[in-house]
Structures are given as C-alpha cells and as structure tokens.
C-alpha cells in the first residue's frame, strides 16, 4: 500500500518539498504511480510522527497515575513556596520596622544626653556663681569685724595715749 506526497509529509511531519528533494537527490524513490512505499518513508525518515503520537498519548495515559501526583505535588511545593515568600516579605519588613523604631529610640538618646550636657553646664555656672556669692559675702561679713576691731583698737589707744598725755605731767 504506497501513499502520497501529501499523505507522507503529513504522516511523517516533514514538509513535501523535502520529500522532493530527498527523491531528487536520489535517497528516496517512488514508485511509477508517483507514490511513496512507506518502507522507504521509514528507511530515510523514520517513525512516522502520528505514531509517535499515539504512542505518547499511549504512553500518558498509562503514566496519568504518577502525572497527577507529581502535578499535585508540584501544586504543593508552589503553594508552600508562595507561603514561603509571604512570610519571608512580612518578617523583612517587621526587621526593618525595628531597624526604624531603633533609629528613632538612638535619636531620642541623643537628644536627651544634649539636654542633659547642657544642664550639666547651667548647674556647674550656677554653683560657680554662687560660691562666688558665697565667698563675697564671707568677706564683707568680716569685713565689719574687723574694722570694728580697729576701731576698737584705734580708741583705746587713743584713750592711753591721753591718758599718757594727762599723766605726762
């Protein structure tokens, strides 16, 4: 039983120009009635493409079984993967809420140690000026004192010098 060009490219899924040149080039032949054996079809190109075809389709009916769990296994890795990746995304973006809020709390530090270096200052010139207070008012406190002495001191001899003077006779 010969076939056609037609029905050998078809079959065999080659273009007939191919087939041409093949038959012109001398490695595939026809017969008188200008059909091919599909003998030569299967010496020069091989399986024909619709029984690999079938033979697929054959071998995937078998295989469906063992296809569909990989598939749904397949299904499952992706599921867990995408789950995966959501996770992944929330935790990334809690530690970077916490890289912020630790920026904020060093900040706030920051600020309070300026706070606290410039009240540091205003209560050392405080002290300072008030021991200088402090120390002021000490000497006129003496001050007082010892004039007073010197005034004491000054009047009694004042008083023995008259009285030298009036014994001075």
């Known amino acids: 039983m010969n076939i056609s060009v ?5 079959d ?21 009635d200008k059909k091919i054996d599909p003998s030569e079809m299967l010496r020069v190109f091989g399986e024909p493409v619709s029984k690999k075809r ?23 890795i992706e599921h867990q993967l995408a789950l995966e990746k959501l996770k992944n995304e929330h935790l ?3 530690v970077s809420d916490q890289r912020k809020l630790i920026e904020n709390y060093q900040q706030q530090i920051n600020q309070l140690n300026k706070t606290l270096d410039k009240a540091n200052a ?14 002021k008012a ?12 010197e005034k004491t001191d000054d009047s009694t001899v004042a008083t023995v010098e008259k009285k030298k003077r009036w014994w001075g006779f």
């Open 92 to 94: 990334s973006q809690q």
């Open 138 to 149: 000490e000497m006129d406190y003496e001050s007082p004192l010892e004039k007073g002495k």
């Open 12 to 32: 065999w899924g080659v273009s007939r120009t191919t087939i041409y040149q093949k038959v012109n080039d001398g490695e595939l032949s026809r017969n008188s």
């Open 122 to 135: 205003s209560i050392q010139d405080f002290a300072q000026v008030r021991l200088l207070e402090f120390k």
């Open 54 to 76: 079938t033979e697929r389709s054959v071998n995937s009916v078998q295989s469906t079984p063992m296809n569909s769990q990989n598939v749904q296994y397949s299904t499952e």
């Open 6 to 10: 037609t029905k050998a490219a078809k």
